[in-house]
């Protein structure tokens, strides 16, 4: 069997017609585990009584086992606990009917958030302490000192990681194909099955990929080089 | 919903806990290839040619934008396709084992050739001039003083990636390989997936308590590694796992 150039050419802008179901996915799932990885950062940092050993079981979990199982898992189980749910409170709405998107959501969040909790609460902890109680002093109250004061900062140092993390993510999309949610990666599954072309449709894939996470880390760069004005000690002096 | 069956939650966890010793096969060869590409990534990103150089950042920066998913089927449908004639055929009949063993060791090549270079890194340049300076060769110097510091300094990573690498092989099991996840699904597969809850449930009692076993053993042969940090260990701990110190 030789490669097969033609098909190629055909694949991929066929195929790049889904970035934007990618892209979809990145970013909800983005806006959905960025608030929850703060908070569950700021309960495992501040150390609150029975959240945060609730907050560690569960990270803990996620942690331990493949996205691949937790995918399964959302996919298979919620529809019926949903639907148990919507039964009982003697709503029709059929959940099987669905758009899968909200599970590929879902799942994905599960274990970004964790990601994202643990580059925050690395970021809170170089927090100087006395960066709070200066916020304090000044007359602020707590939670404007957090969120004008600590949260910049800790937002700053954790800002290379949280670029890994979505990298990462960016990455993990891939699977969604297995809950249904055409992407990129599940399109061309699509399409090299149907002619038994699978290497060349994956090499279109591969391209793509590359191009959506060398196109991100640019901005992340960016965003980074932004940021850093928040940051403590830069040319010496607190410049906000 | 399906019924949970604690017969059945059995029966997955015994059938499929054997197939642990598919995963630790790829785990320990794609560790042991994977380092020495990294080794060679390493020593071609240091290396004085320019050519060498920008290979060497192409690669990590490709693997790193590559889902192990893509990689996957790029390594198992391509590999024949690519070598061609008898080889190819040769390549066809080779055991899945062999492609994920490929795959992963690429993806660590990138991300420990990183590894390398922060544990070297980490140790003391005097340590080197010390060793050559008690007249040991630069070999001996490497051997004797700086990989037992390198390893020391890199455990921890290690770690992080042997762990990484079990959750990320069961991906595996789509192009068939029968590693913990896979065998589990092959049984649920003959019983028309009638029990997958059960199995569900079987395969988080064996992934985390294994995830949970082999954080707790690097955290103590780091431990052990490392006698005049012991009293500052706690504040190391506390800082947790290092999230996205390693990428694959």
């Not at chain 2, 992963?104 to 590894?115: C, P, T």
């Not at chain 2, 092989?169 to 065998?183: P, S």
């Not at chain 2, 005049?228 to 800082?239: A, G, L, T």
Request: include cysteine; aromatic fraction near 12%; charged fraction near 15%.
């Amino acid at each position: 069997m030789k490669i097969d150039y033609e098909f190629i050419k055909e694949a991929l802008p066929d195929i790049a017609g889904y970035i934007p179901v990618t892209l979809n996915l990145v970013l909800v799932s983005l806006l959905i585990s960025f608030p929850l990885g703060v908070l569950f950062a700021w309960i495992n940092y501040k150390k609150v009584r029975v959240l945060s050993p609730v907050v560690k079981a569960y990270m803990s979990l996620i942690r331990g086992t493949p996205v691949v199982l937790q995918i399964y898992i959302i996919y298979n189980i919620t529809p019926y606990i949903l639907a148990s749910i919507l039964e009982k409170m003697g709503s029709d709405v059929n959940v099987y009917r669905l758009n899968t998107i909200w599970y590929a959501y879902f799942a994905l969040s599960l274990s970004t958030t964790v990601t994202i909790a643990e580059a925050m609460r690395a970021g809170l902890e170089t927090v100087n302490n006395g960066q709070f109680e200066a916020g304090l002093s000044i007359g602020l109250s707590a939670p404007q000192t957090l969120w004008h004061i600590v949260f910049p900062q800790a937002l700053t140092a954790a800002m290379p990681v949280l670029g890994n993390v979505a990298v990462e993510l960016t990455k993990a999309t891939s699977l969604a194909f297995i809950m249904a949610v055409t992407e990129i990666t599940g399109r061309a599954k699509v399409l090299g099955g149907g002619v038994l072309r699978y290497f060349e449709a994956y090499i279109c894939v591969f391209i793509l990929y590359i191009v959506i996470i060398a196109i991100m880390e640019q901005l992340f760069k960016l965003v980074e080089k932004r940021i850093s004005i928040y940051r403590v000690g830069r040319h010496g002096s607190v410049r906000i | 919903m399906q019924k949970i069956s604690i017969k059945k939650i059995i029966y997955y966890f015994t059938k499929s806990v054997p197939a642990l010793g598919v995963t630790f096969a790829y785990v320990i060869i794609s560790m042991i290839f994977g380092t020495l590409i990294g080794a060679l990534i390493y020593r071609m990103k240091t290396s004085k040619y320019r050519i060498f150089r920008i290979i060497a950042s192409l690669y990590v920066t490709i693997v790193r934008c590559t889902p192990s998913l893509v990689m996957l089927f790029l390594v198992f449908y391509g590999l024949p396709l690519l070598a061609g004639g008898e080889l190819g055929e040769w390549l066809e009949e080779l055991p899945i084992l062999t492609f994920v063993c490929i795959t992963f060791s690429v993806f660590i090549g990138a991300s420990s050739s990183e590894l390398i270079r922060a544990a070297l890194e980490a140790v003391a340049k005097g340590q080197k001039e010390a060793g050559l300076s008690v007249g040991m060769s630069s070999l001996q110097t490497f051997v004797h003083v700086l990989l037992p510091q390198m390893l020391r300094n890199a455990t921890p990573n290690i770690g992080n990636t042997v762990i990484l690498l079990i959750k990320e092989g069961a991906l595996a099991y789509t192009i068939g390989l029968r590693d913990v996840l896979g065998q589990a699904y092959y049984l649920s597969g003959r019983e028309m997936n009638a029990y997958a809850v059960s199995m569900y449930i079987a395969l988080t009692l064996i992934y985390w308590p294994l995830t949970i076993i082999l954080e707790r053993l690097f955290a103590s042969l780091e431990h052990a590694l490392t006698p005049w940090e012991r009293k500052n260990r706690h504040k190391d701990i506390s800082v947790g796992p290092a999230v996205g110190e390693c990428n694959i």
